[in-house]
């Protein structure tokens, strides 16, 4: 799952960041989980090949 | 043709009258869809949704209590598209299977969150109800349900789910 990856790579990350500058999302439409928001101030977006 | 009652920009509330036993509402002109009947849905889901771990996900909410006016879209995109421009009272109560943590359930407005409320946890389950009223413009503007929280489960069910919205006041 996408959360998990991405505390695997980030485990400082918090709940609280989730709700305010990073958002996961998934529309339910067969695609799966995705980034629909990363806005952290010092953490870079995880790559495709990292969350692969 | 119709009895018309128009209601014009220009000249005021307008009334037409003939024989023919038919009732138009009418904008300016332009008929209302559905002979000006408010469109109203409601929907729950027949089985049960996987949640994953703090990920908003759209509801799957796929099967209708009723949709006047062929407006919600059950099958694939899981959205109510209202063709009649106006304000919407939109509520959503959602039943998800027991979690230590609060979750969120939100409504959300093309495709962005428009106002989220807080699910609570009981001790065999959680529930949770919003509403919110929302302009619509009667043509591309779409509402959607959407769960944040702790990986879990939607039960199914209309008891303790449901999604739905109905026309209170047109533009």
């Given amino acids: 799952m996408l959360y998990e990856k991405i505390i695997a790579l980030y485990p400082s990350l918090t709940s609280q960041d989730f709700m305010t500058v990073i958002q996961l999302q998934n529309d339910s439409d067969g695609k799966g989980d995705y980034i629909a928001k990363w806005e952290h101030p010092t953490l870079p977006r995880p790559t495709d090949e990292e969350l692969a | ?171």
């Fill in chain 2, 1 to 171: 043709m119709a009895c018309i009652i128009n209601a014009s920009t220009s000249a005021g509330l307008v009334q037409t009258a003939d024989l023919s036993g038919v009732l138009q509402f009418q904008q300016n002109g332009v008929a209302l869809p559905n002979g000006g009947v408010a469109p109203a849905f409601s929907a729950y889901p027949s089985g049960t949704q996987a949640i994953s771990n703090a990920t908003f996900t759209k509801l799957q909410f796929n099967t209708e209590l009723f949709d006047t006016n062929s407006n919600y879209d059950n099958a694939t995109n899981y959205r109510f598209t209202p063709t009649v421009a106006g304000y919407y009272q939109c509520n959503l109560t959602v039943n998800t299977q027991t979690s230590t943590t609060t979750t969120l359930i939100a409504i959300y407005k093309n495709g962005s969150s428009y106002l989220s409320g807080l699910q609570l946890p009981l001790s065999t389950f959680q529930v949770g109800s919003m509403s919110a009223l929302i302009f619509m413009n009667g043509s591309t503007d779409y509402i959607e349900a959407y769960f944040y929280g702790s990986a879990t489960t939607i039960n199914s069910g209309s008891g303790g789910n449901q999604f739905s919205a109905c026309l209170v006041r047109g533009a």
